[in-house]
T-cell receptor, first 116, second 110 residues
Framework: NAGVTQTPKFQVLKTGQSMTLQCAQD?????MSWYRQDPGMGLRLIHY???????DQGEVPNGYNVSRSTTEDFPLRLLSAAPSQTSVYFC???????????????FGPGTRLTVL | DAKTTQPTSMDCAEGRAANLPCNHSTISGNEYVYWYRQIHSQGPQYIIHGLKNNETNEMASLIITEDRKSSTLILPHATLRDTAVYYCIVRVGSNYKLTFGKGTLLTVNP
């Protein structure tokens, strides 16, 4: 198993550009989520999905869109990049056992995004 | 989910036990205590979790007080590779979202 993979690892954008951060998992996990981490801060939840076709907003959803057409993939779209979106983005997934408190979240290696 | 309080930083000598405290005085009966760590620039890594009883796995032990208002993560023989930020998180089982605070920076010294 590759676990949770994210691409690209690094990205530089200009203000106003759009792009998609890719996240994929090969563990057949139902739940997937996106977090951002700013310097010296903990992770903050952007969007999450409880299964294919179902998504919902987290703590800081503004400026981001998500979709979940397959179990494996959960892309994060930046609609019009702003300098405030400069951050490290982590994708995570977990199995249905999470609902009973008996499972863990697995995190990807992160995408480091800079918006100029 | 209940809030947690952790020290900002701690030091530990290599080979000694590292004991990381966490206060979660407002924890509810159905909330689990989770510990994750984040080694510099990497994605967070799960360590251990528990509800009421003490737990142990190959990485660490989790000691939860009887009133569940605090817990301690124990790394029995810390190594330099254990230097990381450690996050204590409480979570209702039916709410899969994780809420991260700022955690404790553990520095293991030679």
């Amino acid at each position: 198993n590759a676990g949770v993979t994210q691409t690209p690892k690094f990205q530089v954008l200009k203000t106003g550009q759009s792009m998609t951060l890719q996240c994929a998992q090969d563990m057949n996990h139902e739940y997937m989520s996106w977090y951002r981490q700013d310097p010296g801060m903990g992770l903050r939840l952007i969007h999450y999905s409880v299964g294919a076709g179902i998504t919902d907003q987290g703590e800081v959803p503004n400026g981001y869109n998500v979709s979940r057409s397959t179990t494996e993939d959960f892309p994060l779209r930046l609609l019009s990049a702003a300098p405030s979106q400069t951050s490290v983005y982590f994708c995570a997934s977990t199995s249905g056992g999470w609902a009973s408190g008996g499972d863990t979240q697995y995190f990807g290696p992160g995408t480091r995004l800079t918006v100029l | 989910d209940a809030k947690t309080t952790q020290p900002t930083s701690m030091d530990c000598a290599e080979g000694r036990a590292a004991n990381l405290p966490c206060n979660h005085s407002t924890i509810s009966g159905n909330e689990y205590v989770y510990w994750y760590r984040q080694i510099h620039s990497q994605g967070p890594q799960y360590i251990i979790h528990g509800l009421k009883n003490n737990e142990t796995n190959e990485m660490a032990s989790l000691i939860i007080t009887e009133d569940r208002k605090s817990s301690t993560l124990i790394l029995p023989h810390a190594t330099l590779r254990d230097t990381a930020v450690y996050y204590c998180i409480v979570r209702v089982g039916s709410n899969y979202k994780l809420t991260f605070g700022k955690g404790t920076l553990l520095t293991v010294n030679p």
